[in-house]
């Protein structure tokens, strides 16, 4: 079965410093890899995804995800984070044949002026 | 343009009623989805139709039933509705292109419907 674990459940930040929300997965085969965000009273957004090739992609608003298979972990990055970035994140993970599209429990940003 | 829309925005009524709710997209997407996030924020999908056709039905009561008229709509009945029910429910879609794979589409969400079962 698949899953998405991320292990914070709230990150704080500086504003201006580099940000990371951590996800993990676990799935039987090659996983599509995904990063959502939602603002307060909003629906999701889509950030970035990893379908295939190079491990580091690049997203809206300047983030970045490492796809990392040996540690299957897809870690979302940005160099420096704004207060506009508070919000919500969820990873989600689809697999070849698959039918779901599993999301993580979420992880709240808060970046601090 | 909203591209994935829902109505209502929010829903409160008692115990026992029957409620629906809409949901349209105008991306052109042939699967569209349901999804109920709890009060932890925990997001779940309910259902999934692609072109009118149901393909995903997890483990939800059978008070629950999605209604695709058309493959640009995806609608909600909840029958008999319960106090668990009280949640934030989201309606989705992604290019899915029948009998194609889908497994790597983006999804769309729409800005969600805060349902308060009293």
């Known amino acids: 079965a698949q899953s998405v674990a991320q292990p914070e459940d709230q990150v704080n930040v500086a504003e201006g410093n580099p940000l990371t929300v951590k996800c993990t997965y676990s799935?039987?085969?090659?996983?599509?890899l995904f990063w959502y965000v939602q603002y307060p009273n909003r629906g999701l957004q889509f950030l970035l995804k990893?379908?295939?090739?190079?491990?580091l992609v690049k997203g809206s608003y300047g983030f970045e995800a490492e796809f990392n298979k040996s540690q299957t972990s897809f870690h979302l990055k940005k160099p420096s984070a704004l207060v506009s970035d508070s919000a919500l994140y969820f990873c989600a993970v689809r697999v070849l044949y698959g039918q779901n599209f599993v999301f993580g429990p979420g992880t709240r940003l808060s970046v601090l002026p | 343009d909203t591209a994935v829309s829902q109505t209502p925005k929010y829903l409160v009524t008692q115990m026992g009623n029957d409620k629906s709710i809409k949901c349209e997209q105008n991306?052109?997407?042939?699967?569209m989805y349901w999804y109920k996030q709890d009060s932890k924020k925990f997001l779940k999908i309910m259902f999934s139709y692609n072109n009118k056709e149901l393909i995903i039905n997890e483990t939800v009561p059978n008070r629950f039933s999605p209604k695709s008229p058309d493959k640009a709509h995806l609608n909600l009945h909840i029958n008999s509705l319960e106090l668990g029910d009280s949640a934030v429910y989201f309606c989705?879609?992604?290019?899915?292109?029948?009998?194609?794979?889908?497994?790597?589409?983006?999804?769309?969400f729409g800005p969600g419907t805060r349902l308060t079962v009293l």
């Open positions: 799935v039987s085969g090659n996983p599509y």
């Open positions: 991306l052109g997407h042939d699967t």
């Open positions: 990893y379908i295939t090739g190079d491990n």
């Open positions: 989705a879609s992604s290019q899915g292109k029948t009998g194609g794979r889908s497994e790597t589409d983006t999804q769309y």
